[in-house]
């Protein structure tokens, strides 16, 4: 019999299939405010990281509409070639007064980012201490980089100290972390970390993707949250694709980092800028949260209700501080059975399996934004607490 030399994506499949742990996607049509259509239905929406509701902001979308009247719907090319338009240089300057830094630089997303900047500064010699829990994009930069990785446990200080103190031989060190964990919503100790980094001559880079816009009482971030200097972190990483309702990210820190990015990282040089009508947003994103802090604070009593509400009932989602809300039901099975549960119950909201979390932690992961109403808050934790009788997700 002829081999198949694409049989092993069969097994694979297969594979994937009997753990529980096959992925599909869903078909949304729409997005409406706090609810989304999904395979034709309509649901309230639990798994966008819309945080602030900007991302269907009438001035964002006329300012996307604005910058392609003046550019056009592609910037054209790399930064490097042409595609270096004014609007790069302008959000890189309100990004910069944003985030209290001499300088910003935009990438084309998250990932990018975080892979651009990690490989760009770290190399064989060098050693990164990474959370353990940290974001895909940053372990693949450190792997990128061919550094020294040593992963310590989950926002353990001490643990950091006990692997600072034995790793003297490298070359450079740098601390990499989340800020705001995307699967937890705990938030990492960066003062501690901070000053672990002063002490033992460590880079500091916090991946600030969900809370940009969220943490701190104007949403510059962890930063602003605990109230440390912006410069005790040497790079800040956030992304524009969760609460400032747009695409890309951006990197702030000195000018000198910011000219050995644009030489260096790969993510940066060798891809198309970002369209006019993204940047266009962002811009006016920017503006609405340095204008006023209404949405956050609309935010944080949104989530300080649902978190609330879930732990008075005995449910368990772990130390989340934030709009990130894990409700952990243990088994991949539960979690998928669960999930499909509230989607017959109008509630979209995504089952999160391992290898994503660690084993036996399967969630239900409820992203809770600014534009929830109370009453839509409230349903839905009727509805949990309708599914804990029928699925006994309380252990
Ligand atoms: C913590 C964290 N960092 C980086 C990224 C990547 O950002 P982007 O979606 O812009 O690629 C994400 C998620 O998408 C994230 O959750």
């Keep these: 019999m002829k081999m198949n030399k694409l049989n092993f994506i069969d097994e694979a499949l297969n594979d994937l299939k009997k753990k529980g742990l096959y992925r599909t996607l869903k078909t949304c049509s729409q997005f409406k405010s706090s609810k989304l259509v999904l395979d034709g239905k309509e649901l309230i929406n639990f798994s966008s990281n819309n945080y602030l509701g900007l991302a269907g902001d009438p001035i964002l979308k006329k300012a ?5 009247e003046k550019y056009g719907c592609s910037s054209t090319a790399s930064r490097l070639m042409c595609g270096n338009l004014a609007l790069n240089e302008e959000l890189e300057k309100r990004i910069a007064g944003f985030k209290r830094t001499e300088a910003a630089l935009i990438f084309s997303s998250g990932y990018m980012a975080n892979i651009g900047v990690i490989s760009a500064l770290m190399g064989r010699q060098d050693v990164i201490f990474a959370n353990k829990y940290n974001h895909a994009s940053l372990v693949d930069g450190c792997i990128l980089s061919r550094a020294k990785l040593i992963r310590y446990p989950h926002k353990d200080v001490v643990g950091l100290e006990r692997v600072l103190k034995d790793t003297g031989k490298y070359g450079r ?12 919503g705990d938030i990492a100790p960066l003062p501690e970390i901070v000053k672990l980094a002063k002490q033992y ?3 500091v880079m916090v991946d600030d993707a969900h809370a940009t816009g969220v943490l701190g009482r104007t949403g510059r971030g962890s930063a602003e949250y605990f109230g440390i200097p912006e410069e005790d972190v040497d790079i800040h990483m956030g992304t524009f694709g969760k609460a400032l309702g747009g695409f890309g990210a951006y990197v702030a820190g000195s000018g000198k980092l910011k000219e050995l990015l644009i030489n260096r990282a790969r ?5 198309t800028a970002l369209p006019p009508s993204v940047i266009g947003s962002v ?3 920017i503006s609405i949260l340095e204008r006023d802090n209404t949405r956050i604070k ?3 009593k949104n989530a300080g209700y649902f978190r609330n509400q879930l732990r008075k009932e005995g449910f368990n989602i772990l130390d989340t501080k934030t709009q990130i809300i894990p409700l952990i039901v243990g088994g991949n099975g ?11 119950n109008g509630i979209s909201a995504i089952a999160v399996r391992p290898p994503t979390v660690p084993q036996n932690t399967a969630r239900i992961r409820f992203s809770i934004t600014a534009v929830h109403s109370k009453e839509e808050l409230s349903y839905t934790i009727e509805t949990i607490k309708k599914a804990d009788k029928k699925f006994s997700i309380i252990q």
């Design 64 to 68: 996307a509409c604005d910058a392609v």
């Design 173 to 184: 060190r740098l601390i990499v972390t989340d800020s705001l964990f995307s699967m937890d």
């Design 201 to 203: 001559n460590c880079i």
């Design 267 to 271: 993510s940066f040089i060798f891809t």
């Design 298 to 300: 609309t935010l944080n």
């Design 334 to 344: 539960k979690a998928v059975q669960l999930s499909k549960f509230l989607a017959q």
């Design 283 to 285: 811009i006016a994103g």
